[in-house]
């Protein structure tokens, strides 16, 4: 079983220079980031489109070796789940909201060899998560109501919940990363690793910052 306590600091390529995608992939990686962490958008379930399975073709050619972590902010995850899967992407991580077989798209995740995430908006309670959790390598908690990049954390309404995931992971033996995502910075992230994130998602702090290593040493040791 994977060490849940180990932090893994996952830059969003929302917030890169995609002009240059290559040479932002290799900064992320040179500055120490541990997963690459991508932002699929349909429009439908978020209000805004980002980009899909060609594009995060061009990233793992760019990237061979990363970890690629996509999270599919989508309306019909289980019709694009193959198109995902052939992208080459390592982990994908489906929203609970939407009206689809989450069980059955979790489990076909998994039978494709790709670790399978389950993320929760804001608004979502955990219970709703709950039937769930015995299934899934990954809870993302989202601390932003998500569709755009460089919003505030949401802390009073969102780390109860990571609390809660991290006890109930415990009481009933289970084994998935706890991961947050939205507003995460060298200030937030310490709020999130003491409530029991241990994944921690940055768009803006990452990419954005006048020196990316220490950005992500900041994250990581927070
Ligand atoms: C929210 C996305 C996040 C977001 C993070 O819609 O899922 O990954 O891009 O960006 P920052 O770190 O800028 O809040
Ligand atoms: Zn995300």
């Keep these: 079983m994977p060490d849940y306590n180990q932090r893994i600091v996952a830059p969003s390529l929302l917030a890169a220079d995609w002009t240059q995608l290559g040479a932002e992939c290799a900064r992320a990686l040179d500055a120490g980031a541990d997963w690459l962490h991508l932002d699929v958008m349909d429009g439908h379930f978020v209000d805004n489109i980002s980009y899909g399975p060609s594009f995060i073709k061009h990233v793992r050619r760019a990237a061979?070796?990363?970890?690629?972590?996509?999270?599919?902010?989508i309306e019909r995850p289980d019709h694009y789940l193959e198109r995902f899967v052939d992208a080459g992407v390592d982990n994908i991580t489906v929203h609970v909201e939407p009206d689809y077989d989450v069980a059955g798209t979790l489990a076909r995740t998994r039978?494709?060899?790709?670790?399978?995430?389950?993320?929760?908006?804001p608004a979502t309670p955990l219970d709703d998560a709950g039937p769930y959790?015995?299934?899934?390598?990954?809870?993302?908690?989202?601390?932003?109501?998500?569709?755009?990049?460089?919003?505030?954390?949401?802390?009073?309404?969102?780390?109860?919940?990571?609390?809660?995931?991290r006890a109930l992971r415990e009481e009933r033996g289970l084994g998935f990363h706890i991961e947050v995502d939205g507003g995460v910075d060298p200030e937030t992230a310490p709020v999130a690793a003491a409530a029991g994130a241990n994944v921690l998602v940055a768009g803006t702090s990452a990419f954005k910052a006048p020196d990316m290593a220490a950005a992500v040493a900041q994250l990581r040791d927070a």
Excluded: R, W, Y
């Design 64 to 73: 061979p070796n990363a970890f690629l972590d996509a999270h599919l902010m």
């Design 111 to 121: 039978e494709a060899g790709v670790s399978a995430g389950l993320a929760i908006n």
């Design 133 to 165: 959790l015995g299934d899934i390598d990954l809870l993302l908690v989202m601390t932003v109501v998500p569709g755009f990049g460089g919003q505030s954390f949401m802390e009073e309404e969102t780390m109860p919940k990571v609390t809660a995931a």
